[in-house]
């Protein structure tokens, strides 16, 4: 029995370990297993001769599965690759995009710079929002403003002082800040200190500058993705390799149900969340991985929004 013969049978055992009947579905399986490890035969023989598979390991800081799925949905729309997300209870273990073989290496580039580009654009914009959320507090009605420190038991004058210490920093440390300059931002830093320290863990503005923050992010990260999702072309694939590059995933999974990537809707509910939102979007519109591919494979020149 020639390779081909050999790997065309183990191929058949695994499409038949997909039977409704269990006893033909465990018997083809370990008939394949026994095979493969006989004849020493790895997983991605058996996928189509164009058609392979590359695993990538998510970068530090960014193991979301959420987050990652988004990453993604960007990259399969731009590559016309199939993105599958390994993962355990508590965490993302691996991606692996499934494709053209000439398109994988450019896949996990690509991965790369959008998932550097999305950790710097988030931390850079945690800058300033919980001094933010403070100054929102700041700039309430006075009796309103009275009504939260009342509950509080915080003196106006003591907050007053606080307001006029941050004010003077945010001033003079923030644009520097956000041009990366390593004091202004240390400097920032024992802004968001102060602000805790002064307010403590559960006091009710305290609560309402943690949600104002929490919101702040969700609505900066949902517009930052969709914006680089929105303005990449979509790869023109036609149905015949669509068909193959999933069978190759059946293959690989046996059948298995998978993680995969599709871009989610998003819906906002505060005015926080809608301002962060916009700001992401203006910051994700700066970036594009259309360079980047062109640089690095020319093949993806055949990316196109036209019908």
């Given at each position: 029995?020639?390779?081909?013969?050999?790997?065309?049978?183990?191929?058949?055992?695994?499409?038949?370990?997909?039977?409704?009947?269990?006893?033909?579905?465990?018997?083809?399986?370990?008939?394949?297993?026994?095979?493969?490890?006989?004849?020493?035969?790895?997983?991605?023989?058996?996928?189509?001769?164009?058609?392979?598979?590359?695993?990538?390991?998510?970068?530090?800081?960014?193991?979301?599965?959420?987050?990652?799925?988004?990453?993604?949905?960007?990259?399969?729309?731009?590559?016309?690759?199939?993105?599958?997300?390994?993962?355990?209870?508590?965490?993302?273990?691996?991606?692996?995009?499934?494709?053209?073989?000439?398109?994988?290496?450019?896949?996990?580039?690509?991965?790369?710079?959008?998932?550097?580009?999305?950790?710097?654009?988030?931390?850079?914009?945690?800058?300033?929002?919980?001094?933010?959320?403070?100054?929102?507090?700041?700039?309430?009605?006075?009796?309103?403003?009275?009504?939260?420190?009342?509950?509080?038991?915080?003196?106006?004058?003591?907050?007053?002082?606080?307001?006029?210490?941050?004010?003077?920093?945010?001033?003079?440390?923030?644009?520097?800040?956000?041009?990366?300059?390593?004091?202004?931002?240390?400097?920032?830093?024992?802004?968001?200190?102060?602000?805790?320290?002064?307010?403590?863990?559960?006091?009710?503005?305290?609560?309402?500058?943690?949600?104002?923050?929490?919101?702040?992010?969700?609505?900066?990260?949902?517009?930052?993705?969709y914006s680089i999702y929105n303005n990449v072309a979509q790869y023109k694939i036609d149905e015949q390799t669509k068909g193959r590059i999933l069978k190759a995933v059946d293959q690989y999974f046996h059948g298995a149900t998978v993680k995969t990537s599709k871009s989610r809707g998003y819906s906002i509910s505060s005015d926080a969340e809608y301002n962060a939102y916009q700001k992401g979007i203006k910051s994700g519109s700066s970036v594009s991985i259309c360079t980047?591919?062109?640089?690095?494979?020319?093949?993806?020149?055949?990316?196109?929004?036209?019908?």
């Amino acid at each position: 029995m020639t390779k081909d013969q050999l790997l065309e049978k183990i191929k058949k055992l695994l499409a038949l370990s997909n039977s409704s009947n269990p006893h033909e579905a465990a018997t083809a399986l370990l008939r394949a297993q026994k095979l493969m490890e006989k004849y020493n035969i790895e997983k991605d023989s058996l996928i189509d001769d164009d058609i392979s598979f590359i695993e990538v390991t998510p970068i530090k800081g960014l193991k979301a599965i959420n987050l990652n799925r988004d990453i993604g949905a960007i990259i399969s729309k731009a590559f016309g690759v199939e993105t599958i997300y390994v993962s355990n209870k508590r965490s993302l273990e691996k991606i692996m995009f499934f494709g053209a073989k000439d398109i994988l290496e450019s896949c996990e580039y690509i991965y790369v710079i959008l998932s550097r580009a999305f950790l710097f654009a988030k931390n850079n914009h945690a800058i300033g929002v919980k001094t933010e959320a403070f100054f929102q507090i700041c700039d309430l009605p006075k009796k309103e403003i009275n009504r939260l420190l009342r509950l509080d038991e915080i003196e106006k004058s003591d907050f007053d002082i606080l307001e006029t210490k941050i004010k003077d920093i945010i001033d003079c440390n923030l644009n520097q800040a956000l041009e990366g300059n390593s004091i202004a931002i240390s400097n920032m830093k024992t802004a968001d200190k102060m602000i805790d320290t002064f307010l403590g863990n559960y006091s009710v503005i305290d609560m309402y500058i943690k949600k104002y923050v929490e919101q702040s992010k969700k609505g900066f990260v949902a517009g930052f993705l969709y914006s680089i999702y929105n303005n990449v072309a979509q790869y023109k694939i036609d149905e015949q390799t669509k068909g193959r590059i999933l069978k190759a995933v059946d293959q690989y999974f046996h059948g298995a149900t998978v993680k995969t990537s599709k871009s989610r809707g998003y819906s906002i509910s505060s005015d926080a969340e809608y301002n962060a939102y916009q700001k992401g979007i203006k910051s994700g519109s700066s970036v594009s991985i259309c360079t980047a591919i062109k640089n690095r494979a020319k093949e993806r020149l055949l990316l196109t929004n036209e019908s």
